[in-house]
């Protein structure tokens, strides 16, 4: 377990009694498990000379970063250390201290392990790391590993060290990232506590992830997530649906790949209890079929009739679209949309303004983006659209008003959720006294979803909260359905 190493391997043991020798001047500056900072080119020559001397020193990978001190004034993106850890040891050469920017000064032995094709370093962006020691001081790595490419290639969605480090790193290893690292100094002669532990924790977590995620070896308690936070599947079911209703329109004709990623790739707790993409990607397809079976989805095209798991994820996949139950809004903006806005107290012209521009605003959307869009709609005539100042105005003017809602980010606006729901509910009493049929409207529904209708999944698309796969949700509140509380 990290930081509790009980018993070292016998090589491991002889080389930290040689380098804590008082005659070596090693510094130690962790002592389980061990670290030693390397802070003049004395020092690490005496250091490098010690591991020459024990050529099993590594088993031909080892742990890889870099780090720099963001703040320095002078040579800014200069690599500050390197960062080379074992199962057992971790050394920090401060190689900007040790060069002061002098390349010849750079310690050939370190750069012996750096170009050396047969020594694997280890690394979440490890190629990204060795560019920046190349426009640094002056010579191409060989031998580097990228760890995301390997989680991606076996199908896992975690990217980042620190989520790969949850799922394949020692027990007591958590990396945690803060902004205070651009306050850090690497070039100090003595680092502070939470830098050594910091940049050590990073090489440690490269070897130990590169160990486990060859064998596809999950810890145990990344697993029991589930355990942890028990749900029966229809609990899930529930909130997966929620999801495709805040991410996809009503009544609109969409293909059901776009729905199946959608689900796999934005419903937080599968990434801790399915964590590889194809599983995650077979139970989306299975509670698409149930929610076909229940009505929540409405078969479009294909055939949902099977006899096992295997033949229902056949079957859906074949499905090339569903739909949510429901009229497109575009549907009931042009029947409903200017009669609603009027009964809510707009004058006419504003009326006829948000009739045109709600569907794109159904989620929270950039002032700018949102002007832009409109300027680019030439449907668009109650107002000069290509007026840039009097659309602001306009869209300022109804956020006042209260048709617009400013959204959660800065200088976003949406149309309010509360006036969403009285287009929606409003729309099935103006049907029934309007004589709006049913079945005509299903049937411009059909003819819709091919022009407007992808126009308006695009936008739907476009504006829906992202979550990356590899986001921390280790606080993970059942009551919070996506794990993304503040």
Do not use: P
């Given at each position: 377990m990290y930081n509790n190493i009980q018993t070292y391997s016998s090589t491991s043991r002889l080389l930290i009694d040689c380098l804590d020798k008082e005659k070596n001047k090693i510094q130690k500056v962790q002592e389980n498990p061990p670290v030693y900072q390397l802070a003049t080119k004395a020092a690490a020559d005496r250091c490098l000379d010690i591991l020459r001397r024990f050529p099993d020193w590594h088993t031909g990978f080892v742990g890889f970063d870099t780090e720099t001190t963001v703040y320095r004034q002078k040579d800014p993106q200069v690599v500050s250390m390197i960062q080379i850890a074992t199962r057992e040891l971790c050394f920090l050469f401060q190689v900007f201290r040790i060069t002061k920017i002098n390349n010849t000064k750079f310690p050939p032995l370190l750069q012996e392990i750096l170009t050396n094709q047969d020594i694997k370093k280890v690394g979440v962006n490890a190629s990204g790391d060795a560019n920046w020691i190349k426009k640094s001081y002056g010579f191409e790595m060989r031998g580097m590993v990228d760890l995301e490419k390997i989680a991606q290639q076996k199908g896992y969605a975690a990217r980042s060290l620190r989520e790969l480090t949850r799922m394949f790193g020692d027990p007591g290893l958590v990396l945690e990232k803060s902004r205070k690292i651009l306050k850090w100094n690497f070039d100090a002669v003595k680092l502070d506590l939470e830098v050594i532990r910091y940049a050590s924790?990073?090489?440690?977590?490269?070897?130990?992830?590169?160990?486990?995620?060859?064998?596809?070896?999950?810890n145990e308690e990344y697993l029991n997530y589930e355990k942890r936070y028990p749900m029966s599947m229809k609990e899930e079911d529930d909130e997966i649906y929620s999801l495709i209703l805040e991410s996809h329109p009503k009544g609109v004709n969409t293909r059901t790949k776009t729905i199946a990623n959608s689900i796999e790739n934005h419903y937080q707790r599968w990434f801790k209890t399915k964590p590889k993409t194809d599983d995650r990607h077979k139970a989306a397809l299975n509670v698409i079929g149930r929610?076909?079976?229940?009505?929540?989805?409405?078969?479009?095209?294909?055939?949902?009739d099977s006899n096992s798991d295997e033949q229902n994820e056949k079957k859906i996949s074949s499905i090339s679209m569903i739909r949510l139950p429901g009229v497109p809004f575009n549907k009931i903006l042009k029947d409903f949309g200017k009669e609603f806005f009027e009964s809510k107290g707009l004058p006419q012209q504003d009326s006829e303004f948000m009739t045109e521009i709600s569907s794109y605003c159904l989620k929270a959307i950039k002032k700018e983006s949102l002007a832009k869009n409109i300027a680019n709609n030439s449907k668009i005539t109650s107002l000069d659209r290509k007026n840039r100042d009097a659309v602001i105005a306009k869209l300022n003017e109804l956020n006042r008003k209260g048709a617009l809602m400013s959204g959660q980010k800065n200088n976003t606006l949406l149309l309010h959720p509360d006036w969403v729901n009285g287009l929606e509910d409003g729309y099935e009493k103006f049907k029934l006294t309007h004589d709006v049929e049913d079945e005509r409207v299903e049937n411009e529904t059909s003819k819709e979803g091919d022009s407007d209708n992808e126009n308006l999944e695009g936008r739907w698309e476009q504006n829906e909260q992202t979550y990356e796969p590899w986001q921390d949700i280790t606080t993970f509140d059942p009551s919070d359905v996506w794990g993304n509380k503040d």
């Open positions: 924790s990073d090489a440690f977590a490269g070897i130990q992830v590169y160990e486990s995620i060859l064998k596809d070896r999950i929610f076909i079976e229940d009505g929540r989805l409405i078969k479009v095209l294909g055939n949902t």
